[in-house]
């Protein structure tokens, strides 16, 4: 047990950084979605649930890359 808490804390600090950034972008997109009516492709319940979903990078990058509307 001691040994894996080793190596977690052995990459706290690339994780940090990384989870910090995760939630910026699912807020930045979450913020995106709502604040705008109209979508390329679905609607908003559809982006939502895939920003929330996929919310490690891929959701909001999806998002970003075949749901958003440029205005």
């Known amino acids: 047990m001691n040994e894996i ?25 979450l913020h995106h979605i709502f604040t705008h009516t109209h979508y390329r492709r ?8 895939v920003s929330i979903a996929g919310m490690n990078f891929v959701g909001p990058v999806l998002y970003f890359l075949l749901g958003r509307e440029d205005h």
């Open 5 to 29: 808490m080793n190596e977690i804390m052995q990459y706290l600090p690339f994780l940090i950084p990384l989870v910090i950034v995760e939630f910026l972008l699912l807020g930045y997109t």
């Open 42 to 49: 679905g609607n908003r319940a559809l982006w939502v649930a």
